[in-house]
């Protein structure tokens, strides 16, 4: 008989609320420094950056935070993602802990990093914004920023590191192709 390895979930089994984990902290996390000031930013600071949305989430203690219906709707084209067990790690760790990993990679993106790039394109669009700007080094974010951008109608400019902007066409090649610059 052999132990299970792969768990998949039901799409009726995602989760409807993010975890915040302020809430179950023993004190307060230390807060964000203002570099020119080294005072603590208040929403006034970010509001430059972010949609107000998106900063109430950063200073909330609320321990769920609703996850939008038309975010859960993208996160179904690839969530849940497989979870597994780690039965080789624990035995030669020894531990008794039971350890498991996600597989992210079956995002169109193919990294985690779409669970965090289409809530804030949603955010950003419900604001009103029109058009992202980002950075990406080795392009998993800008192919993540660019999918959300055309998820949500987002114009979407995406600078990335020369050297893998040569070394790296493809993630290149996948960004233009969700419409990105």
């Known amino acids: 008989m052999s132990t299970q390895t792969k768990y998949l979930l039901q799409e009726s089994q995602m989760p409807k609320f993010w975890y915040n984990i302020q809430a179950d902290l023993p004190k307060p996390a230390p807060a964000v420094l203002h570099p020119g000031t080294l005072q603590p930013i208040g929403p006034d600071d970010l509001a430059p950056l972010f949609p107000m949305s998106l900063i109430?989430?950063?200073?909330?203690?609320?321990r769920e935070i609703e996850i939008p219906e038309p975010v859960r709707e993208v996160f179904r084209l690839w969530r849940p993602a497989p979870l597994f067990r780690a039965h080789r790690l624990e035995q030669v760790?020894?531990?008794?802990?039971?350890?498991?990993?996600?597989?992210e990679g079956v995002s169109p993106a193919g990294s985690h990093k779409p669970n965090s790039a289409i809530p804030q394109a949603w955010y950003n669009a419900q604001a009103g914004v029109k058009r992202l700007v980002t950075e990406t080094g080795a392009?998993?974010?800008?192919?993540?920023?660019?999918?959300?951008?055309?998820?949500?109608?987002?114009?979407?400019?995406?600078?990335?590191v020369r050297?893998?902007?040569?070394q790296k066409p493809y993630r290149?090649?996948?960004?233009?192709?969700?419409?990105?610059r």
């Open 56 to 62: 109430m989430q950063e200073v909330s203690t609320e």
């Open 93 to 103: 760790l020894g531990t008794p802990a039971k350890i498991y990993y996600k597989y």
């Open 139 to 160: 392009g998993q974010w800008g192919s993540s920023l660019a999918l959300a951008g055309q998820l949500f109608g987002l114009d979407v400019t995406i600078y990335q």
């Open 163 to 166: 050297v893998s902007y040569d």
């Open 172 to 180: 290149r090649a996948l960004m233009e192709t969700y419409g990105a």
